[in-house]
Antibody, heavy 120, light 107 residues
């Protein structure tokens, strides 16, 4: 059974940093693109970043470029999102998701989400 | 960025109804269109990919169609577990973008 479990969410002050983790199981992690998608409270879905199987390609939405860093450790079946210079508008539930069918822009399995709250 | 617009934003329906949700892209996206279902407090679930392909395990009462800029999600006979929010998503070009969602409520 495919499972994605996020951790690391919490309350952080504006300008602060937080690192999210996503532990994968039930599939061969190294074969898949991995993605972070977020959802602000009561709002829709927003793609944040994704990373190729070997980490050689990374893409970010403009609003987080230069502040967020996506990475992965294939030996640990884990995906990460380092979030720096956090802003109130980054407050959201952050989901990790797997690229469907080996692709990078379709998402077939999602974790349960980690809540990040940026507030003073 | 490609803008995705869903209609309606919300609707009320009854068990057994046939339901159609539409999604329009601001430019042609061929058939690079996915549909997701999200229930309150849960992660989204992929229902349809490539505009018309049913994801494994998804009931056959769900179907999708369209190409270019106009797409539809049809639920042929609503079941109690179908009441949720539905999102379309274009996977044609980065940044991938989602529609604003269609919230389906019980009448």
């Amino acid at each position: 059974e495919v499972q994605l479990v996020e951790s690391g969410g919490g309350l952080v002050q504006p300008g602060g940093s937080l690192r999210l983790s996503c532990e994968a199981s039930g599939f061969t992690f190294i074969r898949y693109w991995m993605t972070w998608v977020r959802q602000a409270p009561g709002k829709g879905l927003e793609w944040v970043a994704n990373i190729k199987q070997d980490g050689s390609e990374k893409y970010y939405v403009d609003s987080v470029k230069g502040r967020f860093l996506i990475s992965r450790d294939n030996a640990k079946n884990s995906l990460y999102l380092q979030m720096n210079s956090l802003r109130a508008e980054d407050t959201a539930v952050y989901y990790c998701a797997r690229g469907a069918y080996g692709g990078k822009w379709d998402f077939d399995y999602w974790g349960q989400g980690a809540l990040v709250t940026v507030s003073s | 960025d490609i803008r995705m617009t869903q209609s309606p934003s919300s609707l009320s329906a009854s068990v057994g109804d046939r339901l159609t949700i539409t999604c329009r892209a601001s430019q042609s996206i061929a058939t690079y269109l996915n549909w997701y279902q999200q229930k309150p407090g849960k992660a989204p679930k992929l229902l349809i990919y490539g505009a018309a392909s049913l994801q494994s395990g998804v009931p056959s009462r769900f179907s999708g169609s369209g190409s270019g800029t106009d797409f539809t999600l049809i639920i042929s006979s609503l079941q109690p577990e179908d009441f949720a929010t539905y999102y379309c998503q274009q996977s044609f070009s980065a940044p991938v973008t989602f529609g604003q969602g269609t919230k389906l409520e019980i009448k």
